[in-house]
Protein backbone atom coordinates (compact mmCIF):
# COMPACT_ATOMS: atom_id res chain seq x y z
CA UNK A 1 0.00 0.00 0.00
CA UNK A 2 1.69 3.72 -1.00
CA UNK A 3 1.32 6.23 1.22
CA UNK A 4 -0.30 9.56 0.89
CA UNK A 5 -0.63 13.20 2.38
CA UNK A 6 -3.77 14.96 2.38
CA UNK A 7 -2.92 18.77 2.74
CA UNK A 8 -5.55 19.70 5.83
CA UNK A 9 -2.92 17.66 8.04
CA UNK A 10 -1.04 21.14 8.04
CA UNK A 11 -3.61 23.35 6.32
CA UNK A 12 -2.98 25.83 8.91
CA UNK A 13 1.20 26.18 9.56
CA UNK A 14 2.21 25.19 5.55
CA UNK A 15 1.56 25.92 1.88
CA UNK A 16 1.70 23.55 -1.43
CA UNK A 17 5.37 23.65 -1.44
CA UNK A 18 6.58 23.60 1.85
CA UNK A 19 4.21 20.27 1.88
CA UNK A 20 6.00 18.81 -0.96
CA UNK A 21 9.26 19.43 0.11
CA UNK A 22 8.43 17.29 3.40
CA UNK A 23 6.63 14.79 2.01
CA UNK A 24 9.57 14.28 -0.46
CA UNK A 25 11.79 14.10 2.42
CA UNK A 26 9.79 11.97 4.27
CA UNK A 27 9.05 9.54 1.67
CA UNK A 28 5.89 10.06 0.60
CA UNK A 29 4.69 8.34 -2.46
CA UNK A 30 1.51 10.88 -3.18
CA UNK A 31 -0.44 14.30 -2.40
CA UNK A 32 -3.90 15.43 -1.99
CA UNK A 33 -3.84 18.90 -3.72
CA UNK A 34 -6.18 21.35 -1.89
CA UNK A 35 -7.85 22.63 -4.98
CA UNK A 36 -10.25 25.32 -3.48
CA UNK A 37 -7.00 26.93 -1.47
CA UNK A 38 -3.62 25.52 -1.41
CA UNK A 39 -3.09 25.26 -5.31
CA UNK A 40 -4.64 28.86 -6.13
CA UNK A 41 -2.36 30.02 -3.33
CA UNK A 42 0.48 28.70 -4.73
CA UNK A 43 -0.32 29.80 -8.78
CA UNK A 44 0.14 33.30 -7.34
CA UNK A 45 3.32 33.18 -7.22
CA UNK A 46 3.82 30.06 -9.85
CA UNK A 47 2.72 28.54 -12.96
CA UNK A 48 1.06 24.67 -13.19
CA UNK A 49 4.26 24.18 -15.48
CA UNK A 50 6.08 24.53 -12.80
CA UNK A 51 4.02 22.19 -10.48
CA UNK A 52 4.25 19.25 -13.26
CA UNK A 53 8.02 20.02 -13.30
CA UNK A 54 8.28 19.01 -9.51
CA UNK A 55 6.40 15.71 -9.87
CA UNK A 56 8.21 15.22 -13.14
CA UNK A 57 11.44 15.10 -10.86
CA UNK A 58 10.76 13.96 -7.69
CA UNK A 59 9.39 11.11 -6.35
CA UNK A 60 6.31 12.06 -4.77
CA UNK A 61 2.99 12.47 -7.29
CA UNK A 62 -0.59 13.85 -7.27
CA UNK A 63 -3.11 11.10 -6.04
CA UNK A 64 -5.81 14.03 -6.58
CA UNK A 65 -7.89 17.44 -6.53
CA UNK A 66 -9.43 17.97 -3.01
CA UNK A 67 -11.95 18.81 -3.91
CA UNK A 68 -14.76 19.65 -5.92
CA UNK A 69 -17.47 20.58 -2.33
CA UNK A 70 -21.78 20.57 -2.35
CA UNK A 71 -21.91 18.89 -5.83
CA UNK A 72 -25.59 17.84 -5.31
CA UNK A 73 -28.62 19.02 -5.06
CA UNK A 74 -28.05 22.71 -6.39
CA UNK A 75 -30.60 25.45 -7.86
CA UNK A 76 -29.68 25.95 -11.52
CA UNK A 77 -26.92 28.54 -10.55
CA UNK A 78 -24.89 26.28 -8.47
CA UNK A 79 -25.14 23.87 -10.40
CA UNK A 80 -23.64 25.03 -13.26
CA UNK A 81 -21.08 26.91 -11.15
CA UNK A 82 -19.97 23.02 -10.56
CA UNK A 83 -19.76 22.03 -14.08
CA UNK A 84 -17.61 24.97 -14.87
CA UNK A 85 -15.37 24.05 -12.04
CA UNK A 86 -15.22 20.46 -12.52
CA UNK A 87 -13.82 21.51 -16.22
CA UNK A 88 -11.28 23.42 -14.73
CA UNK A 89 -10.23 20.65 -12.82
CA UNK A 90 -9.84 18.69 -15.57
CA UNK A 91 -7.31 20.69 -17.13
CA UNK A 92 -5.09 20.57 -14.16
CA UNK A 93 -5.78 17.13 -13.69
CA UNK A 94 -4.48 16.65 -17.16
CA UNK A 95 -1.56 18.90 -16.76
CA UNK A 96 -0.29 17.21 -13.75
CA UNK A 97 -1.28 13.76 -14.10
CA UNK A 98 -3.87 13.75 -11.11
CA UNK A 99 -5.64 10.38 -11.05
CA UNK A 100 -8.93 11.48 -8.60
CA UNK A 101 -11.13 14.14 -7.76
CA UNK A 102 -12.93 14.08 -4.62
CA UNK A 103 -16.52 14.89 -4.80
CA UNK A 104 -17.87 16.29 -1.14
CA UNK A 105 -21.92 15.95 -1.03
CA UNK A 106 -23.88 19.45 -0.18
CA UNK A 107 -23.94 20.29 3.65
CA UNK A 108 -27.03 21.88 4.46
CA UNK A 109 -29.66 22.85 7.32
CA UNK A 110 -32.52 22.36 4.97
CA UNK A 111 -34.66 19.04 4.91
CA UNK A 112 -34.18 16.88 2.08
CA UNK A 113 -35.95 13.55 0.60
CA UNK A 114 -33.21 11.07 0.97
CA UNK A 115 -34.73 9.85 -2.68
CA UNK A 116 -33.90 13.89 -3.88
CA UNK A 117 -30.45 13.51 -2.16
CA UNK A 118 -30.18 10.11 -4.24
CA UNK A 119 -31.62 11.10 -7.39
CA UNK A 120 -29.68 14.68 -7.79
CA UNK A 121 -25.94 12.55 -6.71
CA UNK A 122 -26.55 10.08 -8.92
CA UNK A 123 -27.38 12.54 -11.86
CA UNK A 124 -24.89 14.96 -11.28
CA UNK A 125 -22.36 12.40 -10.83
CA UNK A 126 -23.20 10.40 -14.07
CA UNK A 127 -22.39 13.91 -16.00
CA UNK A 128 -18.99 13.93 -14.22
CA UNK A 129 -18.04 10.68 -15.73
CA UNK A 130 -18.89 11.48 -18.81
CA UNK A 131 -16.67 14.94 -18.72
CA UNK A 132 -13.61 13.08 -16.97
CA UNK A 133 -13.40 10.19 -19.08
CA UNK A 134 -11.90 11.76 -21.68
CA UNK A 135 -9.02 12.74 -19.38
CA UNK A 136 -8.89 9.28 -17.70
CA UNK A 137 -9.73 11.04 -13.98
CA UNK A 138 -11.95 9.13 -11.84
CA UNK A 139 -14.49 10.63 -9.12
CA UNK A 140 -14.51 9.84 -5.71
CA UNK A 141 -17.44 10.52 -3.71
CA UNK A 142 -16.74 11.59 0.07
CA UNK A 143 -19.34 11.03 2.66
CA UNK A 144 -19.20 13.14 5.43
CA UNK A 145 -20.09 11.64 9.11
CA UNK A 146 -21.71 14.78 10.25
CA UNK A 147 -25.71 15.21 10.58
CA UNK A 148 -25.95 18.55 7.89
CA UNK A 149 -25.01 16.34 5.35
CA UNK A 150 -26.46 15.05 2.50
CA UNK A 151 -24.52 11.69 2.17
CA UNK A 152 -23.25 10.50 5.72
CA UNK A 153 -22.89 6.94 5.99
CA UNK A 154 -21.04 4.45 4.09
CA UNK A 155 -23.90 2.70 2.93
CA UNK A 156 -25.72 5.64 1.61
CA UNK A 157 -22.57 6.73 -0.59
CA UNK A 158 -22.40 2.88 -1.52
CA UNK A 159 -25.78 2.82 -2.58
CA UNK A 160 -25.64 6.07 -4.94
CA UNK A 161 -22.05 4.66 -6.60
CA UNK A 162 -24.01 1.38 -7.45
CA UNK A 163 -26.45 3.38 -9.28
CA UNK A 164 -24.14 5.45 -10.72
CA UNK A 165 -22.77 2.22 -11.84
CA UNK A 166 -19.66 3.72 -14.27
CA UNK A 167 -16.43 2.11 -13.68
CA UNK A 168 -14.48 5.78 -12.97
CA UNK A 169 -17.41 6.68 -10.02
CA UNK A 170 -15.89 5.38 -6.67
CA UNK A 171 -15.66 6.23 -3.30
CA UNK A 172 -13.32 7.82 -0.25
CA UNK A 173 -13.63 5.43 3.12
CA UNK A 174 -12.27 8.06 5.87
CA UNK A 175 -12.45 6.44 8.84
CA UNK A 176 -13.61 9.33 11.13
CA UNK A 177 -16.19 10.71 8.69
CA UNK A 178 -17.35 6.16 8.69
CA UNK A 179 -17.25 6.67 12.69
CA UNK A 180 -18.63 9.79 13.32
CA UNK A 181 -22.14 9.15 11.80
CA UNK A 182 -22.33 5.60 13.37
CA UNK A 183 -21.60 3.65 9.47
CA UNK A 184 -22.30 -0.11 9.40
CA UNK A 185 -19.21 -2.35 9.49
CA UNK A 186 -21.34 -5.28 7.39
CA UNK A 187 -21.98 -2.84 4.72
CA UNK A 188 -18.46 -2.44 4.30
CA UNK A 189 -17.68 -6.58 4.35
CA UNK A 190 -20.33 -6.78 1.57
CA UNK A 191 -18.60 -4.13 -0.30
CA UNK A 192 -16.48 -4.18 -3.88
CA UNK A 193 -13.44 -3.17 -2.54
CA UNK A 194 -12.68 -1.99 -5.82
CA UNK A 195 -15.44 0.61 -5.09
CA UNK A 196 -13.03 2.61 -2.81
CA UNK A 197 -10.89 4.33 -4.03
CA UNK A 198 -9.12 6.07 -1.71
CA UNK A 199 -8.97 5.29 2.14
CA UNK A 200 -8.58 8.22 4.57
CA UNK A 201 -7.00 7.31 7.67
CA UNK A 202 -6.94 9.26 11.02
CA UNK A 203 -8.85 8.92 14.31
CA UNK A 204 -10.45 10.90 16.84
CA UNK A 205 -11.73 11.55 20.02
CA UNK A 206 -14.63 9.84 21.96
CA UNK A 207 -17.58 11.74 21.28
CA UNK A 208 -20.96 10.71 20.98
CA UNK A 209 -22.69 9.96 17.15
CA UNK A 210 -23.44 12.86 15.98
CA UNK A 211 -21.53 15.67 17.74
CA UNK A 212 -18.20 14.83 16.55
CA UNK A 213 -16.56 17.60 14.35
CA UNK A 214 -13.30 17.70 12.33
CA UNK A 215 -11.14 19.23 14.50
CA UNK A 216 -11.61 16.08 16.68
CA UNK A 217 -9.27 14.44 15.08
CA UNK A 218 -5.88 12.54 16.03
CA UNK A 219 -3.10 10.77 15.20
CA UNK A 220 -3.96 7.61 13.91
CA UNK A 221 -4.20 4.58 16.48
CA UNK A 222 -4.52 7.52 19.41
CA UNK A 223 -8.04 7.30 19.62
CA UNK A 224 -11.32 5.63 19.64
CA UNK A 225 -12.44 4.72 15.91
CA UNK A 226 -12.10 1.03 15.60
CA UNK A 227 -9.24 1.14 13.41
CA UNK A 228 -8.96 -2.57 13.70
CA UNK A 229 -11.95 -4.05 12.46
CA UNK A 230 -12.30 -1.00 9.41
CA UNK A 231 -8.42 -2.02 8.08
CA UNK A 232 -9.16 -5.95 8.45
CA UNK A 233 -12.25 -5.43 6.73
CA UNK A 234 -10.54 -3.27 3.53
CA UNK A 235 -7.98 -6.23 3.76
CA UNK A 236 -10.46 -8.77 3.10
CA UNK A 237 -12.60 -7.39 0.61
CA UNK A 238 -9.57 -6.90 -1.72
CA UNK A 239 -8.93 -3.08 -1.22
CA UNK A 240 -5.59 -2.45 -2.76
CA UNK A 241 -5.55 1.70 -2.95
CA UNK A 242 -3.90 3.89 -1.75
CA UNK A 243 -3.76 5.36 2.54
CA UNK A 244 -3.96 9.03 2.76
CA UNK A 245 -3.47 11.07 6.21
CA UNK A 246 -6.03 13.29 7.03
CA UNK A 247 -6.37 15.48 9.85
CA UNK A 248 -7.98 18.74 10.89
CA UNK A 249 -6.94 19.19 14.25
CA UNK A 250 -6.11 23.21 15.76
CA UNK A 251 -3.38 21.72 18.04
CA UNK A 252 -1.32 20.05 15.47
CA UNK A 253 -1.23 23.12 13.33
CA UNK A 254 0.68 24.51 16.27
CA UNK A 255 3.49 22.35 15.13
CA UNK A 256 6.25 22.94 12.65
CA UNK A 257 5.33 21.57 9.51
CA UNK A 258 7.89 19.25 8.54
CA UNK A 259 7.27 17.94 12.45
CA UNK A 260 3.36 17.08 11.49
CA UNK A 261 4.27 15.41 8.58
CA UNK A 262 6.84 13.60 9.97
CA UNK A 263 4.62 12.12 12.76
CA UNK A 264 1.68 11.56 10.16
CA UNK A 265 3.90 9.13 8.40
CA UNK A 266 5.13 7.65 11.87
CA UNK A 267 1.55 7.10 13.21
CA UNK A 268 0.11 5.81 10.05
CA UNK A 269 2.34 3.07 9.48
CA UNK A 270 2.53 2.04 12.63
CA UNK A 271 -1.84 1.55 12.27
CA UNK A 272 -1.62 0.09 8.79
CA UNK A 273 1.32 -2.42 8.87
CA UNK A 274 -0.63 -4.76 11.06
CA UNK A 275 -2.80 -5.19 7.79
CA UNK A 276 -1.05 -4.03 4.81
CA UNK A 277 2.51 -3.84 3.35
CA UNK A 278 3.50 0.03 3.32
CA UNK A 279 6.05 0.93 0.45
CA UNK A 280 8.40 3.40 1.76
CA UNK A 281 11.18 4.60 0.02
Known amino acids: MKLCFNQATTLKNSNLEKDLEYCEKYGYDYIEIRSMDKLPEYLQEHSIDELTEFFNTNHIKPLALNALVFFNNRDEAGYKAIIDEFKEMMLWAEKLGVKYVVA ?4 TEEKILKEDI ?3 SVKVLRELSEIAEPYGVK ?4 FVGHPQCTVNTFGQAYDIIETVNRSNVGLVLDCFHFHAMGSNLEDLKNADGSK ?4 HIDDTEDFPIGFLTDEDRVWPGHG ?6 ILSTLKEIGYSGVVSIELFRPEYYELAA ?8 ETTIKVISKYFAVQTV
Do not use: R
Open 104 to 107: VPLV
Open 118 to 120: KNS
Open 139 to 142: IALE
Open 196 to 199: IFIL
Open 224 to 229: AIDLDG
Open 258 to 265: EEAIKTAK
